[in-house]
């Protein structure tokens, strides 16, 4: 079974520091890989997706993911973080092929990320 | 314009009770997802439907019920409701069903309390 794993639960990150969030997937095959961003009281976003090809993926708000097929990850980055970036952070995965004809993600645990200003 | 909306934000309710949750989309998708976040963060799929019809029944406990009288709402619906239901569900809907990762847009979340 596919599964995804955001080993840091909360990160606190001064304004204007850099910033990368850790995701790792288990799956048989390359599975296509999201980051969604849930701000306080608001649904998730997508941030960026990744199914194939170039493996640093351009995210919306300056983010940017890249993915590592040797070392199943799937990390989160931005070069220089604003206050407003404080919300939680979900990974998540999706099988390559919609045997069904539909597709479902699996959700990592979350990284809750805290800004000082 | 709000693309996702699920109604209520909180619900708050006593064991045994039936309780539903209203989601509606106005972004002309034709799939439909509830998802449920446990206390522990994880998000895990319930149900989807595609077109007013069920594609994905998760093991989920038969008191709840998913109800789409159209393909611009998905209900849900839980009977006698039990301490283990509260979390926060989540609606979402898609383009299309058939092309794998296609891009989810999210409700704001239903936080369900059961006391």
């Known amino acids: 079974a596919q599964s995804v794993t955001q080993p840091d639960i909360h990160i606190t990150v001064s304004e204007g520091a850099s910033l990368e969030l850790r995701c790792n997937y288990s799956?048989?095959?390359?599975?296509?890989l999201f980051w969604y961003v849930q701000s306080p009281g608001q649904g998730l976003q997508l941030l960026l997706k990744y199914f194939s090809g170039d493996t640093l993926v351009q995210g919306i708000k300056g983010f940017e993911a890249e993915f590592k097929r040797s070392q199943s990850s799937f990390n989160l980055r931005k070069p220089s973080v604003h206050w407003s970036d404080a919300a939680e952070y979900f990974c998540?995965?999706?099988?390559?092929?919609?045997?069904?004809?539909?597709?479902?993600?699996?959700f990592g645990k979350g990284t809750k990320l805290s800004v000082i200003p | 314009d709000t693309a996702v909306s699920q109604t209520p934000k909180y619900l708050v309710t006593q064991m045994g009770n039936d309780k539903s949750i209203k989601c509606e989309q106005n972004l002309g998708h034709d799939t439909m997802y509830w998802y449920k976040q446990d206390s522990k963060k994880f998000l895990k799929i319930m149900f989807s439907?595609?077109?007013?019809?069920?594609?994905i029944n998760e093991t989920v406990p038969n008191r709840f019920s998913p109800k789409s009288p159209d393909k611009a709402h998905l209900n849900l619906h839980i009977n006698s409701l039990e301490l283990g239901d509260s979390a926060v569900y989540f609606c979402?809907?898609?383009?299309?069903?058939?092309?794998?990762?296609?891009?989810?847009?999210f409700g704001s979340g239903t936080q369900l309390s059961v006391l």
């Open positions: 439907y595609n077109n007013k019809e069920l594609i």
């Open positions: 979402a809907s898609s383009q299309d069903r058939a092309r794998p990762g296609e891009k989810l847009f």
């Open positions: 799956y048989g095959a390359t599975p296509y």
């Open positions: 998540a995965v999706a099988p390559p092929v919609s045997g069904a004809g539909s597709y479902q993600l699996t």
